[in-house]
């Protein structure tokens, strides 16, 4: 039998028409067990209707094929709207027009469009030979070649590690949106007087963009450290302070991540964010859970 899918709608369109949009951030799993156990995720989290969800892109290898594999059956099998992630990692021009025919091809409307983080090992980011430098330059790219795919990019309310200052991270964010990013999705932050002020710099920057507050559920202190550590943002010490007193207790540290994120995402709503996204982890309990809350 012939499945004749629709392709995806863009997600301007589901702005429009929603105004609040929730979405969920799915990493490609290393292996088959992984992307067994990810579809088991994907089911449970069916439930609760995301407006779409994103698979992020490897620094290289066979997780970049799995990025394109989980994407196509979230799609096909799950019915989500899917935006794949895509990266300069690695990719010369003609590769990167390739990928966003494919992707167009694929009935995908939407790509989170990234300079990326260089591979495992590389200290810093480099170019690949006849590839672009920066994520306003895929952005560029990607709008030329398939102008009907919306493009997501990426913003740091506590700065991009690598930025010199937060004003000239401020003009990199307002020339991707000036080559033609349709909405921006913040990194992890724990603090929504960090987001609120970021939107603030943001509008009186003339980045008119809706700016999607990215949310991470904290699941262990250890980890959570080693997170912001590496994109800058911070750990307010009151978060530290209840992950400490909750030593190792898995359950227990879970609960607080939820709580913290549930409180983060109804302040976030009440004051006007345009939904949310969350850094779920390939998990789906904590999702489920944050979802139960906010329906209470
Ligand atoms: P850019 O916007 O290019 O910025 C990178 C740095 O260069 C910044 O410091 C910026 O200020 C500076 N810069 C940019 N343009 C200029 C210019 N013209 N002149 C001088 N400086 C400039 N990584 C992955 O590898 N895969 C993923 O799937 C992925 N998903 C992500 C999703 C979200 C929502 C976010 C926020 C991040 C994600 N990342 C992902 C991480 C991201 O790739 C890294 O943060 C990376 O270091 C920067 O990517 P970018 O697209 O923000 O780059």
């Not at 929603?18 to 067994?36: C, H, N, W």
């Amino acid at each position: 039998m012939l499945i004749c899918m629709l392709p995806d709608r863009p997600i301007t369109e589901l702005f429009a028409q929603r105004g609040t949009l929730r979405s969920l951030e799915f990493f490609p799993p290393k292996d088959e067990a992984g992307v067994e156990a990810l579809r088991q995720t994907a089911e449970a989290l069916r439930r609760i209707g995301p407006d779409f969800v994103s698979v992020t892109y490897g620094a290289g290898g066979s997780t970049r094929e799995r990025t394109a594999h989980v994407s196509d059956f979230l799609r096909r099998d799950f019915g989500f709207t899917v935006m794949p992630h895509l990266t300069c990692v690695g990719h010369s021009r003609a590769e990167l027009e390739t990928l966003a025919d494919r992707i167009n091809d694929g009935g995908f409307r939407n790509v989170m469009a990234l300079r990326g983080d260089p591979p495992k090992g590389d200290p810093s980011f480099s170019q690949a030979p006849d590839g672009l430098r920066h994520a306003s330059e895929l952005v560029a790219l990607i709008r030329a070649r398939q102008p009907g795919i919306c493009l997501g990019v990426g913003g740091y309310p506590e700065k991009h590690p690598e930025a010199p200052s937060a004003e000239a991270d401020l003009a990199n964010l307002r020339r991707k949106v000036d080559a033609g990013a349709d909405f921006v999705t913040t990194q992890l932050f724990f603090d929504n007087g960090v987001y609120f002020r970021f939107v603030d710099r943001c509008r009186a920057a003339g980045i008119a963009v809706p700016i999607v507050p990215g949310i991470m559920p904290v699941l262990a202190l250890k980890q959570i450290q080693r997170f912001t550590s590496m994109c800058g943002a911070s750990l307010p010490q009151k978060l530290v302070r209840r992950l400490e007193a909750a030593g190792d207790q898995p359950d227990v540290l879970e609960a607080i991540g939820i709580d913290w994120a549930l409180s983060q995402i109804r302040g976030l709503l009440e004051r006007g964010a345009p939904g949310y996204h969350l850094y779920i982890l390939n998990r789906a309990r904590s999702a489920l859970t944050l979802a139960a809350g906010l329906a209470a």
